[in-house]
């Protein structure tokens, strides 16, 4: 989930970034794209108009006075940025040294001189871009005027420069707004997961908080209306199978004391009433095991169950539990271990008893077990040489009357799937939990895993 929670997370940036980066570049290149063609229009259509008027000046001038051709040149009005040069009777004229045709493209020139037509032409020379403009007079002569466009260039670099900072900024900014916007968009989604997380691991008081944003409210208190309904089926059921559990407690206990009174007699029933005595004693035991299982789960249900630590040692409630059921598979563990630790007693038995009563029961036994270290726990294994648990049953042997293969068949030595799922919830209780593993060649590991805490 959390990492879920980080690739939406970095969805959201990355669509904020996106936006926030496509909208400032699109109208940063639209507005260079629009003064660059603006300025250069207005610079060309101011300079067409200056060459145009020196053009005819010249003309007339050198109609009146054709021997002062230079003269005539320096008499011109132009700008500091700009220069004239002249065509006249074949022999080129200039403001200075650089203005002639050397410095113009000589496309532009024979447009002007042997197409006689009025032309202009931006070209770079060398770094700078300049625009020329030829104007033709009378009797093959012609009029030139480069411009110099280094200041609108540098006018058009700073405007470039400062878009692209503003679309960086824009996309720094658009980053920020989206770290924003997703963690106030998750926070919602993290604390519903946290609560379904806690709710789901039994806490059922877990709530969100419906303060807020409207909507964010209306969500909250249809999830917390949910959780409620959800809870209070869960405690009917309980309070349901608790009542039915006590109420079975009091037959039962006639019962079972009934059977241990005729079990005394037994050298008085005959052979048959002996082995039928023997099958209602099995059946009364499966019976209160039951019962003793629905109060068990009850209590979890419920939220009412409790952990009582006190000091136990690991090794001999293993070895005694292991006696109990007839079992004398050797138990490891190191030399120097310190097998003492504090646990819930009654719990821990109950989930050793259980282990290896399923080993027992459904796999011939227990062929080994031990008690080790893992790294600040204490792990107790218990191994069988059955034929193993199948892939597609062991991810539910843990939930409540899960029986595999077993489901459907009926008989004094089957359990009825509360065992294993009680190990889980005592060692959910205590910090601890607990896995199945394959052993090879065939058969199962059941770790029980505790927090080793010292008394």
């Known amino acids: 989930m959390a990492k879920r929670r980080r690739r939406l ?8 970034a996106l936006v926030g980066l496509a909208i400032p570049a699109s109208l940063s290149v639209l507005t260079y794209y629009w003064a660059r063609t603006y300025l250069l229009d207005q610079r060309q259509t101011s300079a067409l108009h200056q060459a145009e008027a020196n053009a005819t000046l010249t003309g007339t001038l050198l109609d009146a006075s054709p021997a002062n051709v230079t003269r005539i040149l320096s008499s011109l009005q132009t700008p500091s940025t700009s220069e004239g040069a002249l065509l006249y009777n074949g022999q080129w004229f200039g403001e200075s040294a650089v203005a002639g045709p050397d410095a113009m493209p000589a496309g532009l020139i024979r447009a002007v001189v042997d197409g006689r037509q009025a032309a202009r032409q931006r070209y770079h020379q060398g770094r700078a871009q ?5 104007i033709p007079l009378r009797g093959g002569d012609a009029y030139f005027q480069i411009f110099s466009l280094a200041d609108l260039t540098s006018t058009l670099r700073t405007l470039r420069d400062s878009l692209a900072a503003g679309s960086l900024l824009g996309f720094a900014v658009s980053l920020a707004l989206g770290a924003w916007a997703a963690r106030r968009v998750l926070t919602p989604a993290r604390d519903i997961g946290q609560a379904a997380a806690s709710i789901a691991a ?38 349901f199978a608790s009542d039915v559990s006590h109420e079975l407690r009091s037959p039962l206990t006639t019962l079972s004391s009934a059977v241990q009174v005729m079990q005394n007699r037994r050298h008085e029933l005959s052979a048959r009433s002996a082995r039928a005595l023997d099958l209602l004693g099995d059946e009364v035991g499966r019976f209160e095991r039951l019962v003793e299982d629905l109060l068990e789960i009850s209590r979890y249900d419920a939220g009412v169950a409790r952990m009582e630590l006190e000091p136990v040692d690991v090794m001999a409630l293993l070895k005694g539990l292991l006696s109990e059921a007839d079992q004398v598979a050797p138990v490891d563990c190191g030399t120097d271990m310190n097998t003492v630790i504090l646990a819930d007693r009654r719990r821990l038995e109950q989930t050793v008893r259980n282990v290896v009563r399923n080993a027992v029961v459904h796999a011939g036994g227990v062929s080994r077990a031990s008690i080790s270290t893992a790294g600040p726990d204490t ?10 648990i199948a892939h597609d049953d062991a991810g539910m042997i843990f939930e409540r009357f899960a029986r595999g293969k077993a489901a459907g068949r009926r008989s004094s030595g089957q359990g009825l799937g509360l065992g294993l799922s009680l190990v889980l919830e005592h060692m959910r209780l205590q910090g601890g939990s607990v896995r199945v593993e394959p052993v090879h060649p065939h058969g199962s590991r059941f770790v029980l895993r505790l927090p080793t805490r010292r008394p």
């Open 9 to 16: 997370r970095v969805r959201l940036m990355a669509s904020f």
């Open 130 to 134: 300049e625009l020329a403009i030829g």
């Open 202 to 239: 039994g806490q059922l008081d877990a709530r969100l908080d419906a303060e807020g944003d409207r909507e964010l409210a209306e969500l909250a208190t249809g999830f917390n209306a949910m959780v409620d309904s959800l809870q209070a089926r869960i405690e009917r059921d309980s309070r």
């Open 379 to 388: 792990e107790i294994a218990i191994e069988d040489q059955g034929p193993g």
